[in-house]
């Protein structure tokens, strides 16, 4: 397991209107730009701007589908980043243990 | 969502604990650490499995704060070196009767307005 896309994915998600979209392509599956800006109040150059965010920390995908691109969720790097996240937080309740004895012993 | 927080309570002065976090690191870590308290110096984390960390000390307040922000890369064993994410550890203690409390945050990205230039 790898932390290094978890900035990354953490980032784009760090944005209500992308969180936003990622619910609506959930829910509702594949869209393209312009079907997404009736989901949030922003251009439609806007919206793609932000998919752009997303296709980069690879939680979607566009692919060619007539004139405009369409995006799906693509949603592995989230899970790889919430068991990045599970793994750091085991790996400090070890060292709290390891911490406790250490200062009972001193 | 990017971080971790840990809080406990440990059955020593802030004085003892701010020794283990600081000259005893390596005692508890799991990792064998230079750690200095000195903003700005750095430090190198190894594994027992032959990984290494490098990281940079941000703040030092003695007995109440020490963070540090971990370097984007690691040395894996085999002697590559891999990319990995920024990230930030703060250890925060305060007295509690006897005791102590310690607060710990580890961001696994690094918090937004550190985004851009968070090499060196």
Same mark, same amino acid.
């Given at each position: 397991?790898?932390?290094?896309?978890?900035? $990354?994915?953490?980032?784009?998600?760090? %944005? =209500?209107?992308?969180?936003?979209?990622?619910?609506?392509?959930?829910?509702?599956?594949?869209? !393209?730009?312009?079907?997404?800006? %009736?989901?949030? =109040?922003? !251009?439609?150059?806007?919206?793609?701007?932000?998919?752009?965010?997303?296709?980069?920390?690879?939680?979607?995908?566009? $692919?060619?589908?007539?004139?405009?691109?369409?995006?799906?969720?693509?949603?592995? =790097?989230? !899970?790889?980043?919430? !068991?990045?996240?599970?793994?750091?937080?085991?790996?400090? %309740?070890?060292?709290?243990?390891?911490?406790? &004895?250490?200062?009972? &012993? &001193? | 969502?990017?971080?971790?927080?840990?809080?406990?309570?440990?059955?020593?002065?802030?004085?003892?604990?701010? @020794?283990?976090?600081?000259?005893?690191?390596?005692?508890?870590?799991g990792a064998?650490?230079?750690?200095?308290?000195?903003?700005? @110096?750095?430090?190198?984390?190894r594994w027992p499995d032959?990984r290494?960390?490098?990281?940079?000390?941000?703040?030092?307040?003695?007995?109440?704060?020490?963070?540090?922000?971990?370097?984007?890369?690691?040395?894996? @064993?085999?002697?590559?070196?891999?990319?990995?994410?920024?990230?930030?550890?703060?250890?925060?203690?305060?007295?509690?009767?006897?005791?102590?409390?310690?607060?710990?945050?580890?961001?696994?990205?690094?918090?937004?307005?550190?985004?851009?230039?968070?090499?060196?």
């Amino acid at each position: 397991m790898t932390p290094d896309r978890s900035a $990354e994915v953490f980032a784009a998600l760090s %944005d =209500p209107t992308r969180r936003r979209l990622l619910d609506h392509l959930s829910r509702r599956g594949p869209a !393209s730009a312009t079907e997404l800006t %009736d989901v949030v =109040p922003i !251009s439609r150059q806007a919206v793609a701007k932000h998919l752009a965010v997303l296709e980069e920390a690879g939680l979607v995908a566009g $692919e060619r589908s007539g004139r405009e691109r369409r995006f799906r969720l693509t949603p592995a =790097p989230m !899970s790889e980043a919430m !068991s990045w996240m599970a793994a750091v937080g085991a790996d400090w %309740d070890e060292r709290l243990d390891a911490l406790r &004895r250490h200062l009972r &012993r &001193r | 969502m990017d971080r971790v927080n840990r809080r406990i309570e440990l059955p020593a002065p802030p004085a003892e604990v701010w @020794s283990a976090l600081t000259e005893g690191i390596s005692e508890w870590f799991g990792a064998e650490a230079d750690l200095r308290p000195e903003r700005g @110096s750095r430090a190198t984390f190894r594994w027992p499995d032959g990984r290494e960390r490098g990281a940079v000390v941000e703040a030092v307040e003695p007995e109440r704060l020490l963070t540090f922000r971990w370097l984007p890369f690691e040395r894996v @064993s085999g002697g590559g070196t891999a990319m990995v994410g920024p990230g930030r550890v703060e250890l925060a203690i305060a007295p509690s009767g006897r005791a102590t409390v310690l607060s710990v945050t580890e961001w696994v990205a690094a918090p937004a307005r550190e985004a851009e230039g968070a090499l060196g």
